[in-house]
């Protein structure tokens, strides 16, 4: 399995980022999946989830500025970012095959998939 986010980069508060992530080797996706970020200094938190049902749910920090979405038929899950502020800086990480309920408690890569990251920086 094999997880590579794109699309992070530098931006002024008040921008938009468009983050992608390409899974491959993944065929059943049985539980949720989404990203997570950590900022310099702080742990790793859940930002956005798809279940398997299509349902979204987003950290109540991002609420209203970020939208998650997923195409089965590419094998891609999109975060679109908007309204980016200061606090938003972090590296974002794709993650897959993680259980729903344990999505907003987890802190490392302890379960699922992940990708490597990708860095966001908002200046201003």
């Known amino acids: 399995v094999e997880l590579v986010e794109s699309g992070g980069g530098s931006v002024q508060a008040g921008g938009s980022l468009s983050l992608s992530c390409v899974v491959s080797g993944y065929k059943y996706n049985m539980y949720c999946m989404g990203w997570f970020r950590q900022a310099p200094g702080k742990e790793r938190e859940g930002v956005a989830n798809v279940d398997t049902d299509g349902r979204t749910t987003y950290a109540d920090s991002v609420q209203g500025r970020f939208t998650i979405s997923k195409n089965n038929a590419k094998n891609t899950l999109t975060l679109q970012m908007d309204s980016l502020n200061p606090d938003d800086t972090a590296v974002y990480y794709c993650?897959?095959?993680?259980?729903?309920?344990?999505?907003?408690?987890?802190?490392?890569?302890?379960?699922?998939?992940w990708g490597r990251g990708t860095q966001v920086t908002v200046s201003g």
């Open positions: 993650a897959i095959d993680i259980p729903c309920e344990t999505w907003w408690i987890l802190r490392r890569p302890t379960l699922g998939y």
